[in-house]
Structure formats: structure tokens, C-alpha cells
């Protein structure tokens, strides 16, 4: 089993920044994709960012592609998303997710493509 723990959401005014964390631990394996997805109110659950194991190779979704930046810590297992000039349509839940025995040439997008998923965190942009 694999535990995720999100941490850093809160609110915020639009324009501003928030950096999410997410720390996995417990049996993971030594190479894992890791994203972020978030669910707004009312919508389903989307994609945000993706990161290969390597780091090198990292996709966004165009709603957000230029103002977050997905990055990772192996050494930590931890996964990074920062989050700049934040408008009140980022408004939702976000999750981290893990996909174990990933290859570090794929990048991985969709749901049911990740194997664990953290619990949430709540993130609002509001004034």
C-alpha cells in the first residue's frame, strides 16, 4: 500500500499563489509517474499536471499550462505543485496521485491511469 498526504491548499484572492506538497510513503516502488488532478464544484474530476519519474518529461492541462509548474523530490517522495496568478475557475479539490511501474517516456493523463490517490485538499480563489 501506498499513502498520499496533500497538504498546502487554503484560500486566496485571484492573482495570487498557493504551492501544494504531496508526500507519499509506505511499499512504492522505485519508479513512479505522479499528478495532480483536481475536482471544481459541480464538474468532474480533471487533470492538472503529470511528472515522470525522472522529472524530466512533465504535461499540463491548457487551463492551467504557464501560471503551475509540477515538480518532484525523490529523495522526500514528494511531489510539488505550484500555483501562480490563480483565478476563481482553479477553485476546487486537488489530488495527488501515484501510478507505480510507470515508464519514464509516458506521461500519464487520465483517472484511471494512477493507482493511489491522496485524500484532498481544498483550494479557493475568491476575493
Known amino acids: 500500500q501506498v499513502q498520499l498526504v496533500e497538504s498546502g491548499g487554503g484560500l486566496v484572492q485571484p492573482g495570487g499563489s498557493l504551492r501544494l506538497s504531496c508526500a507519499a510513503s509506505?511499499?512504492?516502488?522505485?519508479?513512479?509517474?505522479m499528478g495532480w488532478f483536481r475536482h471544481p464544484p459541480g464538474k468532474e474530476r480533471e487533470f492538472v499536471a503529470t511528472?515522470?519519474?525522472?522529472?524530466?518529461?512533465?504535461s499540463y492541462a491548457d487551463s492551467v499550462r504557464g501560471r503551475f509548474i509540477i515538480s518532484r523530490d525523490n529523495g522526500k517522495n514528494t511531489v510539488y505543485l505550484q500555483m501562480n496568478s490563480l483565478k476563481p475557475e482553479d477553485t476546487a479539490v486537488y489530488y495527488c496521485?501515484?501510478?507505480?511501474?510507470?515508464?519514464?517516456?509516458?506521461?500519464?493523463?487520465?483517472?484511471?491511469?494512477?493507482?493511489?490517490w491522496g485524500q484532498g485538499t481544498q483550494v479557493t480563489v475568491s476575493s
Open positions: 496521485a501515484v501510478r507505480t511501474s510507470s515508464s519514464d517516456l509516458i506521461l500519464y493523463t487520465s483517472n484511471d491511469e494512477y493507482d493511489y
Open positions: 509506505g511499499r512504492i516502488s522505485s519508479m513512479y509517474s
Open positions: 511528472i515522470t519519474w525522472s522529472g524530466i518529461r512533465t
